[in-house]
């Protein structure tokens, strides 16, 4: 990580930026092969658009003042902590001129003022695809979406990540079933099963008014976990509780696993443990982990029903979100990164043109533009001084080719840096390996 | 334009962001074809980072605020206003893990509060290109970086560029020669020539207290331009001015100039009207405008000697920025992207598979991850309802073909929807046209 950083808004070393390059080309090609439309949104939103839709992140919420504005002027204006808040706005704007089913993917920063920690941060790169449909959207839209992330995260040079899926339908309908009317509050109780352990989640759920015994239910729901959709019905039945919004979780919870029984990419696995922090998810919710690595959540999402629209417009969603800085964070914390083949370069250039003295620099100039004009990304040194010098340059900046060129009855050559082997080249054909 | 929007918080429709996304791959193909590296800073920077560097956007700086926060807490940070004054930041806080010169490029929002307008925008996306140097920066880098911004602005479809460049030097010294005092309060206000027309400068220097005769000096100054760096020399000696900074800044003026005389991209003038706003520069300044059209910079830059470094490092630096924004505004207003191949389609996809009934659901999917896998952007229909409806859909979201099955005696199809043929096909082996 850069240097004399602002606590929680982490910048890239050129060499760890162009790997971020790297994941974000991967992201870009995979979402457009699948027909996800790109979209950017302001960084801004209503103030008042942003509150009471992040659940308990409300207090971490941006706002933003011009400086010449009066001190006892109210902020209008705050940055956005999700991409999702900001899409849903976005469509049910411009629903007039969308098709629907309407796919995008969005990849930008967010804002949310937390703690900052390993893989948590204040600005943070999201990559976000969505599906929002007009009135109406089947649940196989939910399972194309788990199914493009696994895709997605399977395609990343990352560890492998396991997809754990959920629906808030059936939690609901389970809570209900227990006789609980605060399901947002116990949810997000539950949520934190995973940071505080389950004798604590179980306090606080007796301190919020539960029964022993409904915490007690409450943690045994969050230990069911199943791949097969059947197995997983006879788990959750084996409960004893009835409710019929649990009846349309449970088949729409099994519907997006079953989706997902050929995925070999990352490993899909229905967990009722999961509830995802946010107020707006209301049916699939999913949460994705690096298998092997006790971290945080690297990708989530969910449906969401409620979201956009508004007034005559049903406009339901669903969607998923990688945590593109928080992998970043991740990898580099374990050092994956080093792995990855021509990491540490800190140049995208694959040659350097050596300058045999300052009278010749515009025959060098010349070279680099014949090996541009073949897509083949060139610098000239910037220096004519010694060979040595030249070479050490291009090595320090993990350029990996030195171009010497023509010079009396000398013809060009090239030298790779790494083996030292120096050879015959022409600017006309020459192409890095 | 998206509706309902945010006065000055652009957002593009889905035809039109496909567009600024081609923009984009272009712009970052070509950076790093020359060796530039990409970066991303964050979006805050300390305020008192920010101020007294951008001259008079001081008051339009968007300070930042948890909503947590006390009301009487005094905003620490802004969101940054440019991509220079971050990035300078960058390199001081990291020069000992850099390579100099150090190339690199930048494409990120940046933000200003200012009265909006077409081409003026509080929240727009920038692409930016400098070098920065340890201790040196030869006057050569001024060069490359006109030279680049020039090649690649002609790689856009966009209208043709007119660069027009002078240095700070220059008008420093013919300003010192005739005695002026206030250099920065005179490039202020001929920097509005432009916008104000001679009569008001004249009047706004005269009431800044130059003399009526020092004011008309100033203006036959503005008034000299040349594609010739001898021929500008003459036309300059001319005025009678001596000043030593007016020989340095001459010196290399002409040299960028120079530099310049094989540039078939776009138009490079030396016009020594352009003073450039910021306050940064200490030597050359470039602005380029659209030939043929009254509109305002679509690009803009200089070299700053004393904006990165400080303490005992100097860090001069050369760059340029293009107003991604700005580019998409005024092009879309003059309804220039209309001509662009395939303009208006809203989705990423090829093809669309088109769906026989619910039951052969999983073919269609199957045939549209064969395309995929070979590279082609596929989607499959929402629908089963009739095949005229499912032709309609691909149509209204810009799709060109429609994938359909094989099906009983009948093997895959492909049609044309803009030609309406339809020819047999093989999802092994089809590519879109």
């Known amino acids: 990580m850069s240097k004399k950083a602002l606590s929680g808004f982490p910048e890239w070393l050129p060499a760890d930026e162009l790997v971020q390059q790297d994941l974000l080309t991967i992201l870009r090609r995979e979402f457009s ?23 308990d992140t409300d207090k971490e919420i941006y706002v933003l003042k011009r400086l010449s504005d009066a001190p006892e002027k109210a902020a209008e204006l705050g940055l956005h902590f999700d991409l999702t808040v900001p899409f849903a706005r976005y469509v049910a704007a411009n629903r007039g001129q969308l098709t629907f089913p309407f796919r995008r993917y969005q990849i930008q920063p967010a804002w949310r003022g937390e703690r900052p920690q ?11 695809i969505d599906i929002i449909g007009s009135e109406k959207l089947d649940v196989r839209y939910d399972g194309e979406i788990v199914r493009l992330l696994a895709h997605t995260m399977g395609a990343l040079p990352v560890p492998r ?13 389970l809570y209900r079933g227990l006789g609980i009317e605060d399901i947002t509050g116990t949810l997000r109780i539950v949520d934190k099963l995973d940071k505080i352990g389950p004798e604590k989640v179980a306090t606080l759920l007796v301190e919020a008014g539960r029964s022993a015994e409904v915490a007690d239910r409450c943690l045994a729901i969050a230990e069911i976990s199943s791949t097969v959709g059947g197995e997983l019905e006879s788990q ?8 019929e919004l649990l009846d349309v979780g449970l088949g729409e919870l099994s519907s997006v696993l079953d989706q997902c029984a050929d995925v070999s990419s990352a490993d899909v696995v229905a967990d009722l443990r999961i509830a995802r922090g946010l107020d707006y998810y209301t049916g699939t919710v999913v949460e994705g982990v690096f298998v092997g690595h006790d971290l945080s959540t690297v990708c989530s999402g969910g449906r969401y029903d409620n979201l956009a629209g508004g007034g005559k417009a049903r406009l339901p969603g669903v969607g998923a979100s990688i945590g593109v800085t928080r992998i970043m964070g991740y990898c580099l914390n374990l050092g994956l990164f080093d792995a990855l083949p021509g990491y540490g ?26 090996l541009r004009a073949r897509g083949v990304s060139t610098v000239v040194c910037h220096t004519s001084k010694g060979y040595g010098k030249q070479i ?18 000398n013809g060009h050559t090239v030298k790779d840096i790494r083996s030292g082997e120096q050879v015959p080249a022409s600017p006309e054909d020459w192409s890095p390996v």
Chains 1, 2 share one sequence.
């Open 33 to 55: 092969l699948h027909g996800y439309v790109p979209l950017h949104t302001r960084a801004v939103e209503p103030l008042s658009a942003l509150l009471s839709k992040g659940g």
């Open 236 to 243: 959750v039945r084996a409960l004893g509780i009835e409710h």
């Open 161 to 173: 990540t396991k997809l754990m899926i959920n629906n808030r339908k059936v939690l609901e309908g």
């Open 392 to 409: 050490g340059w291009a090595d320090k900046a993990g350029i990996p080719y030195v171009w010497m060129p023509a010079r009396g009855d």
């Open 118 to 128: 390993l893989g948590r941060y204040r600005e943070f790169l999201q990559a976000d």
């Open 345 to 370: 370069r800190a140049s995208t250039a694959d040659v350097m043109v050596a300058v045999h003295g300052e009278d010749s620099r515009t025959d060098s100039e010349a070279v680099a533009r014949q």
